[in-house]
């Protein structure tokens, strides 16, 4: 109890003394790969702006949708700079083949836009999503529109519902965080699953979609 207080109690007082500069800093620093409590962030300012006038609603939801837009882009971009590289360098230590690597690359061409946006209210996959979409060289018209839309809809969803219900919102986000972690992590062990089975088949399937040897980008 004591310690719920005290981290509530210093965001707070963060919102208070620097206000949207270090809601969107946190936001940011979250969707391009860090582990900050970017949602956290969002809520406790809509929380604020609900019970302190000076503090602007709308203000709040363009500031996080432009922290999370922005960051997960820097995100993609180290991704894809860096990421691929690595993945070729150094991936057979992983067991991670060129047509694996391929296989990844192809998910991503025909299913990054639905990864991007619904991992945006997953915590993790929100904080992976743009580096693992550079990685994989997912195409960037392709990203950024699921970026916007996703960023967008994440934002004013959250950041009304804190504003309109207040800490019960929070407190009720905060007790569904547990089962929607459980539910993507179901999920992805059955997309695992699915693509170990159908591996051979995928990666067929991939090596006509991206042709020719692979090179570091």
Same mark, same amino acid.
């Given at each position: 109890?004591?310690? %719920?207080?005290? $981290?509530?109690?210093? #965001?707070? @007082?963060?919102? @208070?003394?620097? *206000?949207?500069?270090?809601?969107?800093?946190?936001?940011?620093?979250?969707?391009?790969?860090?582990?900050?409590?970017?949602? $956290?962030?969002?809520?406790?300012?809509?929380?604020?702006? *609900? $019970?302190?006038?000076?503090?602007?609603?709308?203000?709040?939801?363009?500031?996080? +949708?432009?922290?999370?837009?922005?960051?997960?882009?820097?995100?993609?971009?180290?991704? @894809?700079? !860096?990421?691929? &590289?690595?993945?070729?360098?150094?991936?057979?230590?992983?067991?991670?083949?060129?047509?694996?690597?391929?296989?990844?690359?192809?998910? /991503?061409?025909?299913?990054?836009?639905?990864?991007? /946006? /619904?991992?945006?209210?997953?915590?993790?996959? #929100?904080?992976?999503?743009?580096? !693992?979409?550079?990685?994989?060289?997912?195409? &960037?018209?392709? /990203?950024? !529109?699921?970026?916007?839309?996703?960023?967008?809809? &994440?934002?004013?969803?959250?950041?009304?519902?804190?504003? &309109?219900?207040? *800490?019960?919102? =929070? #407190?009720?986000?905060?007790?569904?965080?547990?089962? !929607?972690?459980?539910?993507?992590?179901?999920?992805?062990?059955?997309?695992?699953?699915?693509? @170990?089975?159908? %591996?051979?088949?995928?990666?067929?399937? +991939? =090596?006509?979609?991206?042709?020719?040897?692979?090179?570091? #980008?």
């Amino acid at each position: 109890m004591f310690l %719920e207080f005290r $981290t509530v109690f210093c #965001r707070m @007082h963060l919102i @208070h003394e620097y *206000g949207l500069v270090a809601v969107a800093a946190i936001i940011g620093l979250e969707c391009l790969g860090l582990p900050v409590p970017g949602e $956290t962030a969002l809520l406790g300012a809509a929380i604020y702006a *609900g $019970t302190k006038h000076d503090f602007n609603i709308n203000a709040v939801i363009a500031a996080a +949708a432009v922290a999370a837009i922005t960051g997960r882009t820097i995100g993609y971009v180290i991704g @894809h700079k !860096f990421g691929s &590289w690595l993945l070729l360098r150094y991936g057979r230590y992983l067991g991670l083949t060129t047509g694996r690597i391929k296989l990844g690359q192809y998910l /991503f061409l025909r299913y990054g836009g639905k990864i991007v /946006f /619904f991992a945006q209210f997953v915590p993790v996959l #929100r904080t992976l999503a743009g580096p !693992f979409a550079g990685a994989n060289l997912m195409p &960037w018209r392709n /990203f950024i !529109f699921a970026n916007v839309v996703s960023s967008c809809v &994440w934002a004013v969803s959250y950041g009304y519902a804190a504003y &309109w219900v207040g *800490g019960e919102f =929070e #407190r009720l986000q905060a007790r569904l965080v547990l089962p !929607f972690v459980f539910i993507a992590l179901i999920a992805l062990i059955a997309g695992a699953l699915f693509v @170990h089975q159908r %591996e051979a088949q995928l990666i067929t399937e +991939a =090596e006509r979609a991206i042709p020719g040897p692979l090179e570091p #980008r």
